[in-house]
């Protein structure tokens, strides 16, 4: 079907894998005429920030759920899903659920050293790997670690979850 499920219509994307994700840009960018990819670690990093910068979130060092989708007790995980995108306010650059809700893919592989190896401005992730990062943490993390606006969680690109989606790049 060509319809997302009742009442999920404004919710994001779930269990989409890295080469879906890749399709689904490589579509985007046919059907808009401009070109379309996944953030790279860094530039996702610096869009959740929102220009605040030294903070473990975009509003500041303290977890707030009245700002993010995250599971605030395991017990209630099976009573928790996504939240429409735009339920929390936006961040200072205006957009939405940077943090929470679900994880988010972005285009470089993993390598636990990637920020250390380059001086660059806007540095990019090795070219090769067996793990690709996803990040801005989900709805399923209790943990509020893995809701912060660094960090970094590498999996499989062949992974798909109810708790990993994506958000898309407009290059020129």
Not at 36 to 45: D, F, K, Q
């Amino acid at each position: 079907s060509d319809e997302p499920p009742p009442g999920r219509g404004s919710h994001p994307v779930v269990l989409v894998r890295y080469e879906d994700a890749l399709a689904y840009c490589a579509w985007l960018a046919d059907e808009i005429g401009r070109r379309i990819r996944l953030p790279t670690e860094a530039e996702w990093e610096k869009a959740a920030r929102g220009g605040i910068e030294g903070q473990r979130y975009p509003w500041g060092n303290e977890i707030d759920a009245s700002r993010c989708n995250f599971l605030p007790d395991v017990s209630v995980k099976r009573q928790r899903g996504t939240r429409p995108t735009g339920t929390y306010a936006p961040n200072a650059y205006g957009l939405y659920d940077m943090i929470g809700n679900v994880w988010e893919w972005v285009s470089d592989w993993y390598a636990p050293d990637s920020y250390g190896r380059t001086d660059a401005a806007d540095p990019v992730g090795p070219e090769h790997g067996t793990m690709r990062i996803v990040r801005g943490g989900s709805w399923v993390n209790a943990d509020h670690r893995t809701l912060r606006c660094a960090y970094r969680h590498r999996v499989p690109p062949d992974t798909y979850a109810h708790s990993i989606g994506f958000r898309v790049a407009c290059s020129g």
